[in-house]
Nanobody, 118 residues
C-alpha cells in the first residue's frame, strides 16, 4: 500500500484546510485509514480514523472541528479541518491499516505540514 498525502499549508487561525490521502497498491486489503499528527517536541497522535465500514473515531481535541471522509471511487480519504488554531500546527501523516494473510499491517504516507498562524 502506498499513500500520497496532500493539502497542507499555511492558514490563519480560524481558517480551514482539507487534507487528502490517496491510496494505491493493495487497496482492497485496507480496513482502516486515518490521520495522525506530530507537533515539534511531541509524540505522534491520532487525529481521526475511518474504517472500511465507515466507523469514525476522533481525538477529543478535534471533535466538532474535524471531519474524516472517504471516497472509495478515488481511493482517497479526506480530513476537513475547521476553526484551526495554533494548537493544530503539526506535520500530518496519513495512515492505512491492511489485513493480509491473518496479519494487520500499517502503512504511512509522507507528512504534510500544517501551520496555523495567529
Amino acid at each position: 500500500v502506498q499513500l500520497q498525502a496532500s493539502g497542507g499549508g499555511l492558514v490563519q487561525a480560524g481558517g480551514s484546510l482539507r487534507l487528502s490521502c490517496a491510496a494505491s497498491g493493495s487497496i482492497n486489503s485496507i480496513n482502516v485509514m486515518g490521520w495522525y499528527r506530530q507537533a515539534p517536541g511531541k509524540q505522534r497522535e491520532l487525529v481521526a480514523s475511518i474504517t472500511s465500514s465507515d466507523s469514525v473515531n476522533y481525538a477529543d481535541t478535534v471533535k466538532g472541528r474535524v471531519a474524516i471522509a472517504r471516497d472509495n471511487a478515488k481511493n482517497t480519504v479526506y480530513l476537513q479541518m475547521n476553526s484551526l488554531s495554533s494548537e493544530d500546527t503539526a506535520v500530518y501523516y496519513c495512515n492505512a491499516g491492511s489485513f493480509v494473510y491473518g496479519h494487520q499491517f500499517y502503512y504511512w504516507g509522507q507528512g504534510t505540514q500544517v501551520t496555523v498562524s495567529s
